[in-house]
């Protein structure tokens, strides 16, 4: 099975950026949709980004023109650059197969992105 460890985050300053990663463990080459997911406290895990198979992608209205998620099939990792950040922002990020959201095992720790002046 494909493991997903998130690395990248850490405490920035608004309109600060980011890159975010996530490496999977096996082949995502076959994965038909990766994505970014990011939960804030006291509130919903919120999807922003999706790269599928095919190379196209999707944003949540609220990162759309910020954000960009990538992916290098030769190295099993999946990216998300972030830019322009605001405090909105914060919260912890994590990837996952879109197949897999349903899953509550399949999430793993994520990596908490801090966004404050």
């Known amino acids: 099975q494909v493991q997903l460890v998130e690395s990248g985050g850490g405490l920035v300053q608004p309109g600060g950026s980011l890159r975010l990663s996530c490496a999977a463990s096996?082949?995502?080459?076959?994965?038909?949709?990766m994505g970014w997911y990011r939960q804030a406290p006291g509130k919903q895990r919120e999807l922003v980004a999706i790269?599928?198979?095919?190379?196209?992608?999707w944003y949540a209205d609220s990162v759309k023109g910020r954000f960009t998620i990538s992916r290098d099939n030769a190295k099993n990792t999946v990216y998300l650059q972030m830019n322009s950040l605001k405090p909105e922002d914060t919260a912890v990020y994590y990837c996952?197969?879109?197949?897999?959201?349903?899953?509550?095992?399949?999430w793993g720790q994520g990596t908490q992105v801090t966004v404050s002046s």
């Open positions: 996952n197969n879109l197949a897999w959201a349903g899953i509550k095992g399949s």
């Open positions: 096996g082949s995502i080459s076959s994965i038909n949709a």
């Open positions: 790269i599928r198979s095919s190379g196209s992608t």
